[in-house]
């Protein structure tokens, strides 16, 4: 069995992608399932409470299969990365199924890089079955769009595309969406998108960009630019570098109907969306 590489992108810096030639078990595609977007009673990290924990039989098989399939067992000298102690891992269980969110803790190594996107998100009921497993910027995985309710409320939903919904789709069996969400959102590493009010064209996402990352920069975030007539959604850059002394380099940014800029924040029909909750390192 070979074994995963991680594979640079264009610019290094800008992240890493690890691409999966092959996996240790059979998993499902249920797009049924959607991921827990709150962490219920909060984040509990081992180190911090120096408590004794008690983990049944079930939960700990299914953190064991989601373990042996990211990294198969057996590899030969492998590198520090390629180790399950090179992962981090964080679970929560709701009902039957336990759900495993893996990331690689590239610290633990000694690199100071920060990828843009890395780990995988498993779904494992309680028998040991992947019902649902979601590398990150490889498999399709659910996007999450914040809504003005009719009466006048925001409401959370789930779409399996990047396809913004209306209010009007609330009702709507065939509209796309596939659940209504009234948990809060506030698991680490969720990014909820927001059509911008006055915006009736449409929106895509840039290439790269992925929803239900695992692992994120602690400022990640996203941003609108208009391209042809478009909105797309592209992740947050470090500042753009002065030119001459003069203004910023304007990049891909093909200004906005306003005059303004889709990063600007201040009032206006394409005002930036709020950021996502933090995304920090996962920890169980």
């Known amino acids: ?74 590899i030969p000298n492998p590198p520090c990365w390629a180790r399950h102690e090179a992962l981090t891992y964080r679970f929560t269980r709701r009902d039957d199924i336990i759900f495993v969110y893996i990331g690689e803790n590239f610290a633990y190594c000694g690199s100071k890089l920060i990828p843009m996107h890395s780990g995988a998100k498993y779904a494992i009921s309680k028998d040991g079955r992947i019902l649902r497993r979601v590398i990150d910027g490889v498999d399709d995985d659910d996007y999450l769009w914040s809504l003005k309710s009719p009466d006048g409320g925001t409401v959370t939903v789930a779409t399996a595309s990047f396809a913004s919904p209306a209010s009007e789709d609330l009702d709507k069996p065939d509209s796309g969406i596939l659940k209504i969400i009234t948990e809060p959102v506030d698991m680490p590493g969720v990014i909820v998108w927001q059509r911008p009010e006055g915006w009736t064209g449409p929106v895509e996402a840039e290439p790269g960009v992925i929803p239900g990352v695992t692992m994120l920069p602690p400022d990640s975030g996203y941003s609108w630019v208009q391209r042809d007539g478009r909105l797309v959604a592209v992740l947050q850059e470090p500042p753009a570098p002065v030119l001459d002394g003069g203004t910023p380099d304007a990049g891909l940014d093909a200004g906005t109907p306003d005059g303004g800029s889709p990063g600007d924040a201040g009032p206006g029909p394409l005002s930036a969306p709020p950021s996502p909750p933090d995304a920090g390192a996962a920890a169980p």
Do not use: W
Request: with cysteine.
């Open 1 to 74: 069995m070979k074994l995963r590489h991680l594979i640079p992108v264009a610019i290094v810096l800008a992240g890493c992608l690890r691409k999966p030639e092959q996996f240790s078990t059979p998993a499902g595609r249920d797009r049924s399932i959607v991921f827990p977007v709150s962490v219920g009673q909060g984040l509990i990290e081992l180190d911090a409470r120096k408590a004794t924990y008690d983990v049944d039989g079930e939960v700990m098989r299914a953190l064991m299969i989601a373990a042996n399939d990211y990294i198969p067992p057996g």
